[in-house]
């Protein structure tokens, strides 16, 4: 792909990524009890911290959405929504192997879900899909319409005089 | 090395470079400071907004806690028998309606008989699933009466909010109907509708959803009989009617 190309791509991945992160944290707001249930429901996390990965999470869904959205600390962004999806790919994929049968609660909801054995599969292949992608954010941060590029200007016209000024200091050295 | 020769254009070029560089990480720090600012600044509301608009687990002084009832269940039937099941209960779970309607009967028969003592966990999550919160406003109605007229009278009343439940998205009965049901399940009027229509038992109903949770049931009906979880509802009806007959 070509840096224009390349660009681009980085830009729908960001609002693919960050829309998915902003929905899914947003849908849970209302509803805390809802969340921590959800939570809980993995029996992965010991009961003393669930109530507040409950109600922390929706809100690190929300900001990494937005930041990821508006482009804004691109790459320390993506590092942590490919965190929460390996996370989240783990959660799910010990649920079925334990034979859990629970929503993942994903985009809120949660709890017990007859036809979860036949959604986990899914369920995972999203989360592998939008793990790529933010990989590929990671990789190359650098995208259209960002608010990085305005915030951290590159090229600046530092460098074409920065050559200048070096040639001399190393003819003295 | 030392060196008094004033310095070059060239080093005094260099030096204003690096000057430059200084002043472009000092701006970039500020702006990479300012932006995580911001965002844990949004972060840290909206966890805060979130964790207060859950009362889970708010203590229930004595007033807020209907009497007949164990733990968070109301326990109908022989205290001998020798049999005992929980259900895990939401009045506008669809599922739990198909449940009570397949096992309803020939449970309260084999309460009756002395067979069976069932706890039942009267629980709401599905105040979404209806247009004026039928789900906590009739599970409130539920302990409302188990408090005021016992566990016989919370059996009735349990079936007939079955009987009639609303489906899901609709508006459920009000609090008058609520009241009128509670009547005729055998609750005296005067003692059923303060509770009824101020809901008193919204904070009890709050803390018995998440002790199901915390139960290891994720969703209704969840069906124990004699202390072992059934895996889904169909094998509940199952495994109830067997255990009974």
Redesign the interface.
Known sequence: MKGGVQEWFGTLARLLVGGVWLVA?AI??????????AV??Y?ILP?AIV?TV???L???E??VG??LIVG??TRVMAIVSALLFVAFIIGISSAWSRG???DCGCFGG?????DATAKYPWEIARDVGLLLLSLWLVWKPRTRFALDSL??RRP?P?PE??D???R??TV?G | MPNDRPPSTAERAAAALREQERAKRRRQFLIVGGVVAVLLLIGGLTAFAIGRGDSTGKAVDASGTPANTDGYSVVVGDADAPLTMKFYEDPQCPICQQFEAAVGEQVQTAIADGKVQVAYHIVSFLDDASKNEYSSRAANALYVVADAAGPDVFAKYHSLLYENQPAEGTAGPDDDQLIAWAVEAGADEDAVRPGIAGKVYAQFVTNATDQMSKDGVNGTPGVFIDGEMQPDPGTAVNAVLQAIQ
């Not at chain 1, 849970?28 to 249930?37: Q, T």
Request: glycine fraction near 10%; charged fraction near 20%.
């Open positions: 944290g849970k707001v209302p509803n805390g009890a809802e969340s921590v249930r809980r429901a029996r009961e109530p409950g109600h922390v929706p809100a690190v929300i900001v937005l930041a804004v600390l859990l049968q629970i949660g709890g017990f879900d007859a915030l951290f600046t530092a005089r920065s200048h000024a070096e001399p200091t003295h």
